[in-house]
C-alpha cells in the first residue's frame, strides 16, 4: 500500500465549478501536510500547507482529519489556470523534513 | 532572486552510460533533497543533504546512484550504468534550515533522463 493515496483523476471540471480532491495518508507519525500544484513538464510548487483546524487561501480551502488520517482540497468557482496535477504531500516528524507525495490528481477546467 | 537550477534541463543516455546531474541550490539553504519523478507519479525521495553531510540515503534505489555535495552547495548526482528503468525526471529542491525544522522546499525545473 502506497503511503500517500490520491483520488485517481482526471478530473474534468467546467469552468466555475467547485471540484473535492481526497488523499489518505498511512503512517501516523505524519507531522506536517500539504498541497502542492504540478503544471505539465514543470515543478512542483507549494500550493497551500495543511493545518488541522483547517485553513482557506482565496478560493482553496484544505482540511485534515488526523483521526481518519484524511486530508481534502476544495476549489471553488474554478478557473482555467487551475488546471494542473494536484499532489498531496506529507513529512513525517522523524524523516529529516524529506517530503511524501502521492501520485496527484490531474484536474483539467475546460470553457 | 535566482530559484534552484538544474543541469542539463534533458539528458539522453544509452543504456550502460554513466551520467551527472547538477543541481545548484538557492544560495544560503543548508538543505537539499534530490527526488525521482517518474511518469504519471509523483516525485519519490532519494537523498537529503544538510550543508555537505549526506544525511539520509534511503531512497536511492541501487549502488548505481551516488549524490555528493562536497562544499554544502553544489550537488550533482550520478548514476553508473544507466538503465531503462532510470528514466524519469530527477528533480532537485533546496529549502532554508535543515533538522526538525518546516520550512518550504522550493524545487528546481528538473533533469529529464531518457536511457535508450
Known amino acids: 500500500r502506497k503511503e500517500v493515496e490520491q483520488d485517481p483523476g482526471p478530473f474534468n471540471v467546467p469552468e466555475g465549478a467547485t471540484v473535492a480532491f481526497n488523499c489518505t495518508y498511512s503512517?501516523?507519525?505524519?507531522?506536517?501536510f500539504f498541497w502542492y500544484r504540478q503544471d505539465c513538464r514543470k515543478e512542483p510548487k507549494l500550493l497551500m500547507s495543511?493545518?488541522?483546524s483547517g485553513n482557506e487561501d482565496g478560493r482553496f480551502t484544505a482540511q485534515l482529519n488526523r483521526a481518519s488520517q484524511y486530508i481534502s482540497l476544495l476549489i471553488r468557482d474554478s478557473k482555467l489556470s487551475d488546471s494542473a496535477t494536484y499532489l498531496c504531500?506529507?513529512?513525517?516528524?522523524?524523516?529529516?523534513?524529506?517530503?511524501?507525495f502521492g501520485a496527484g490528481t490531474r484536474l483539467a477546467v475546460h470553457p | 532572486g535566482a530559484g534552484v537550477s538544474q543541469s542539463p534541463r534533458y539528458k539522453v543516455a544509452k543504456r550502460g552510460q554513466d551520467v551527472a546531474l547538477r543541481c545548484d541550490p538557492i544560495s544560503g539553504h543548508v538543505s537539499l533533497f534530490w527526488y525521482q519523478q517518474a511518469l504519471g507519479q509523483g516525485p519519490e525521495f532519494l537523498t537529503y543533504f544538510q550543508n555537505e553531510a549526506q544525511l539520509d540515503k534511503s531512497g536511492l534505489p541501487s549502488d548505481r546512484f551516488f549524490a555528493e555535495r562536497p562544499e554544502g552547495s553544489v550537488s550533482t548526482l550520478k548514476i553508473q550504468r544507466t538503465q531503462q528503468e532510470d528514466s524519469a525526471v530527477y528533480l532537485c529542491?533546496?529549502?532554508?534550515?535543515?533538522?526538525?525544522?518546516?520550512?518550504?522546499?522550493?524545487f528546481g525545473p528538473g533533469t529529464r533522463l531518457t536511457v535508450t
Open positions: 504531500v506529507v513529512r513525517f516528524s522523524g524523516g529529516y523534513n524529506k517530503l511524501i
Open positions: 503512517n501516523s507519525a505524519s507531522q506536517s
Open positions: 529542491a533546496s529549502s532554508l534550515v535543515g533538522l526538525g525544522q518546516g520550512y518550504e522546499q522550493y
Open positions: 495543511v493545518y488541522s
